[in-house]
């Protein structure tokens, strides 16, 4: 009997099927409980927050209100939350024209035009709401706040977040395989933050920490130096959301920005991290699909989540839409340095970098699961030499990588993970 899987791929799925034979372990969230009514438990978080004051109180007095959302990579349900957030402080006094809405895009690229509006997600707080994009190199626009007492990070923040009387960050809280859950305190850095503070959390000191991983807030260096962060920006705020596999929301909260996030990650755990006690020689797995799969560069995600469950040597086929292809420029430069030099020269070229190249931290993450095994790509958006610039094997047909895979392997058991790095899988021994 074949079985038929459906993985994320861009704006669908793709029916992956699995040779004849093949045992597959399909590795997905447990099913989550969802709000029946997202619009009134916004508003519910807003008026009965966590660590703070109510939101109708912490805006009475406010003159500049600036509130950072995640830019086009994350499926943030930012709509009814944006609407929720201006409707509370509208009914405190606060004009809409004293409200920013600021889109966290690190050193991507910015969101214009069309692709603003679906960031945002509700027409009206677009008409009415002043939005503007992150610019990380436009120093104009960066505040110089000093350095994090432990690692000395630079704080170079945007002016409009530092300005503001009031702040706001609105996350998606999910596994990050760098900060170890993202929303919070990521929003604010490295989302806002100025090109030196960016680079700087990317560098292969910061990189290399093997506590820099998924679901890991323990003494991680990334999560330490966004807390002292915003320890010197002074007091922030969020609203954090937690959606299921197919984008619903399952959890809303607000309040203190550090006590929030806490709290939402405690709440998604129990959904994320999927115990196993075994590894896999077969593990097919997505980049999420849409919007996380638009580019190569954030494909990595995909490949760095499952290494728990990746047996040494076995083989891991990924699909991944790329429909914009490998990405930034800078991302395409440091995808060369590593096929021009290999493992070993690409990681004795950036150890001594103070400033990690712009994109080429993606680059460094790689080497994660290259370390382990072979990674097999399925992409229809990245063709002609860019093939080469992914240091990874590309194939044409999942199945027939997955049939090579096990005849090599002598292994029929195919690990399959449809969400991609939305689900870390744990490996715990029996």
Same mark, same amino acid.
């Given at each position: 009997?074949?079985?038929?899987?459906?993985?994320?791929?861009?704006?669908?799925?793709?029916?992956?099927?699995?040779?004849?034979?093949?045992?597959?372990?399909?590795?997905?969230?447990?099913? +989550?409980?969802?709000?029946?009514?997202?619009?009134?438990?916004?508003?519910?978080?807003?008026?009965?927050?966590?660590?703070? /004051?109510?939101?109708?109180?912490? /805006? *009475?007095?406010?003159?500049?209100?600036?509130?950072? #959302?995640?830019? #086009?990579?994350?499926?943030?349900?930012?709509?009814?939350?944006?609407?929720?957030?201006?409707?509370?402080?509208?009914?405190?006094?606060?004009?809409?024209?004293?409200?920013?809405?600021?889109?966290?895009?690190?050193?991507?690229?910015?969101?214009?035009?069309? %692709? +603003?509006?679906?960031?945002?997600?509700?027409?009206?707080?677009?008409?009415?709401?002043?939005?503007?994009?992150?610019?990380?190199?436009?120093?104009?626009? +960066?505040?110089?706040?000093?350095?994090?007492?432990?690692?000395?990070?630079?704080?170079?923040?945007? @002016?409009?977040?530092?300005?503001?009387?009031?702040?706001?960050?609105?996350?998606?809280?999910?596994?990050?395989?760098?900060? &170890?859950? =993202?929303?919070?305190? *990521?929003?604010? !850095?490295?989302?806002?933050?100025?090109?030196?503070?960016?680079?700087?959390?990317?560098?292969?000191?910061? +990189?290399?920490?093997?506590?820099?991983?998924?679901?890991?807030?323990?003494?991680?260096?990334?999560?330490?130096?966004?807390?002292?962060?915003?320890?010197?920006?002074?007091?922030?705020? !969020?609203?954090?959301?937690?959606?299921? %596999?197919?984008?619903?929301?399952?959890?809303?909260?607000?309040?203190?920005?550090?006590?929030?996030?806490?709290?939402?990650?405690?709440?998604?755990?129990?959904?994320?991290?999927?115990?196993?006690?075994?590894?896999?020689?077969?593990?097919?797995? =997505?980049?999420?699909?849409?919007?996380?799969?638009?580019?190569?560069?954030?494909?990595?995600?995909?490949?760095?989540?499952?290494?728990?469950?990746? !047996? $040494?040597?076995?083989?891991?086929?990924?699909?991944?839409?790329?429909?914009?292809?490998?990405?930034?420029?800078?991302?395409?430069?440091?995808? !060369?340095?590593?096929?021009?030099?290999?493992?070993? &020269?690409?990681?004795?070229?950036?150890?001594?970098?103070?400033?990690?190249?712009?994109?080429?931290?993606?680059?460094?993450?790689?080497? @994660?699961?290259?370390?382990?095994?072979?990674?097999?790509?399925?992409?229809?958006?990245?063709?002609?030499?860019?093939? $080469?610039?992914?240091?990874?094997?590309?194939?044409? =047909?999942?199945?027939?990588?997955?049939?090579?895979?096990?005849?090599?392997?002598?292994?029929?058991?195919?690990?399959?993970?449809?969400?991609?790095?939305?689900?870390?899988?744990?490996?715990?021994?029996?």
């Amino acid at each position: 009997m074949t079985e038929t899987i459906d993985i994320r791929y861009g704006k669908g799925e793709l029916h992956v099927r699995l040779p004849r034979g093949c045992e597959p372990t399909v590795i997905r969230k447990p099913a +989550m409980p969802l709000l029946d009514q997202p619009a009134t438990s916004i508003v519910d978080a807003l008026r009965n927050p966590v660590g703070s /004051a109510p939101l109708s109180q912490l /805006a *009475k007095s406010a003159k500049r209100v600036c509130i950072v #959302i995640c830019d #086009i990579t994350r499926p943030v349900p930012n709509g009814p939350i944006l609407r929720g957030l201006v409707e509370e402080m509208n009914g405190a006094g606060v004009r809409n024209d004293q409200i920013t809405i600021l889109l966290a895009t690190g050193l991507h690229r910015p969101n214009l035009g069309h %692709e +603003m509006l679906e960031v945002i997600g509700d027409k009206w707080v677009f008409d009415n709401i002043r939005v503007e994009n992150h610019y990380a190199r436009d120093t104009a626009w +960066m505040v110089d706040l000093g350095h994090t007492p432990t690692d000395g990070i630079p704080i170079v923040l945007n @002016r409009h977040l530092v300005d503001a009387d009031l702040r706001i960050v609105v996350g998606l809280v999910e596994p990050h395989f760098m900060a &170890g859950y =993202s929303g919070g305190r *990521k929003v604010v !850095a490295p989302g806002v933050a100025g090109e030196e503070t960016i680079r700087t959390f990317h560098n292969f000191r910061f +990189m290399s920490n093997p506590l820099a991983c998924n679901t890991n807030l323990v003494d991680n260096p990334l999560h330490r130096g966004q807390l002292e962060i915003l320890k010197v920006l002074g007091p922030t705020y !969020a609203v954090n959301t937690i959606i299921d %596999e197919e984008r619903r929301m399952s959890f809303v909260n607000f309040g203190d920005c550090v006590a929030s996030h806490l709290e939402s990650v405690d709440f998604v755990r129990q959904y994320a991290e999927v115990p196993l006690d075994r590894k896999f020689s077969t593990l097919v797995t =997505s980049a999420a699909g849409y919007p996380l799969d638009k580019t190569y560069y954030q494909t990595v995600k995909g490949m760095v989540a499952p290494l728990q469950v990746l !047996a $040494e040597g076995g083989n891991m086929i990924i699909a991944s839409r790329c429909e914009e292809g490998l990405g930034s420029p800078e991302y395409r430069e440091s995808q !060369a340095h590593l096929k021009q030099l290999g493992d070993q &020269g690409f990681t004795d070229r950036i150890r001594k970098m103070p400033l990690a190249d712009i994109d080429g931290w993606q680059t460094h993450m790689l080497l @994660r699961p290259l370390s382990i095994g072979k990674v097999s790509l399925f992409s229809e958006g990245i063709q002609g030499r860019d093939r $080469e610039l992914t240091c990874v094997e590309m194939i044409e =047909s999942i199945e027939s990588a997955i049939q090579e895979s096990v005849e090599k392997s002598g292994d029929r058991s195919v690990a399959v993970i449809p969400e991609g790095p939305y689900v870390i899988p744990v490996y715990r021994p029996a």
